[in-house]
């Protein structure tokens, strides 16, 4: 966060999406689908069916794109501080486009959408009837745990 101030921050965290293939799993698997669509593709090959050589590595390449095009949307994150008169929210996307939003927390509420399966499933700060929805990247579990400690720094806050 850009802005310090003397007040005592109540709640402060940074939220990010979470992705569980790590930069040598994403090259392990790589390998593997290549090196398997190789040698599926010498066999049809061998076996005259010549284009199908080009669309296997064609798989590969779509693979490739699909993983790259989810570590880039990963990049994006968000910046979440409350101190006892500003609750400060900066969104950050995957182009590092910045976006900051202030709230008056003692005027803010917090709006959870919850799922009888899932549990929470969004969660949002409502200011003059408008809504900044928060963690849409988190899954329901992290969502749930955001709601409950942003809900007691915000009690805080305006007690």
């Given amino acids: 966060m850009h802005e310090r101030n003397d007040e005592p921050t109540l709640f402060e965290a940074t939220l990010s999406p979470y992705r569980s293939l790590s930069q040598a799993g994403f090259v392990a698997v790589m390998a593997v689908l290549a090196g398997a669509s190789f040698v599926a593709g010498i066999a049809f090959l061998m076996m005259g069916a010549w284009p199908v050589f080009g669309f296997l590595g064609l798989d590969v390449a779509l693979v490739y794109f699909a993983f790259r095009a989810n570590y880039r949307a990963a990049r994006a994150f968000e910046e979440i501080r409350v101190t006892h008169n500003l609750l400060l929210v900066r969104q950050v996307s995957a182009k590092g486009t910045a976006r900051e ?11 959870t959408a ?35 400690a942003l809900a007691a720094a915000l009690a805080t806050a305006r007690a």
């Fill in 114 to 148: 919850r799922d009888e399966l899932s549990g929470v499933t969004r969660v949002a700060l409502v200011s003059r009837g408008i809504p900044l929805v928060i963690g849409a990247f988190l899954p329901p579990l992290h969502k749930q745990e955001l709601s409950h």
């Fill in 101 to 111: 939003t202030r709230f008056n927390p003692r005027w803010v509420r917090l709006d």
